[in-house]
């Protein structure tokens, strides 16, 4: 569960942002502040994982505000829209910036973002290879070349099946709905991979060996 402080002077605005926030799964609200001093005094308190920060605090600017926030990840929310302040947001270690008006599926893909990124970090294990920071930091990479005995065609069919499920699957779900054999499947989800395109992500059950499971990324 992401632990979320939401931030704004406005307490209707406050309350908005908070019900949007509850509403999306694996999120919770666990505190509201409505000026910087209690904002930090939350972020304390509670340790949050994301705050939800607005610039116009009655009391300081919430660019003050981050500034003084540490092991703690923040989205600034604002109608400011000028680009020396988003500059200082960027600097200040913002993970991402939301102008004000914005409508709730902007807010759902942020947060969205969110989670997918820090679920990239948990799989990526103690040590990241320059292909895992390349996704996490939206570089260009380099497409793992396909290899021999590979279908261009098919592997667009085992993309296409892994992205339109919306969920992780196993080779033996995917080569279910492909049609395909299982071994097959395996090396085309590998191959998924590899290329950044997928991420394997082990399910641990009772006993025995983890489940392989898969998810597409894009």
Known sequence: MIRVLVVDDDFMVARIHSGYVSRMPGFQVVAVAHNGADALAAVAE???????????????????VLKQLHDVDVLMISAARDVSTVKEAMRGGAVNYLIKPFTAAALTERLQQYADTRRRLTAIGPEARQDDVDRLFGSPTTTAPMPKGLSAATCALVADTLREAGRDLSATETAQLTGLSRVSVRRYLEYLCAAGQAELRPRYGTAGRPEHRYRWLG
């Open 46 to 64: 509670q340790r949050p994982d994301l705050v939800l920060l607005d610039i116009y605090l009655p009391d300081m600017s919430g660019l003050e």
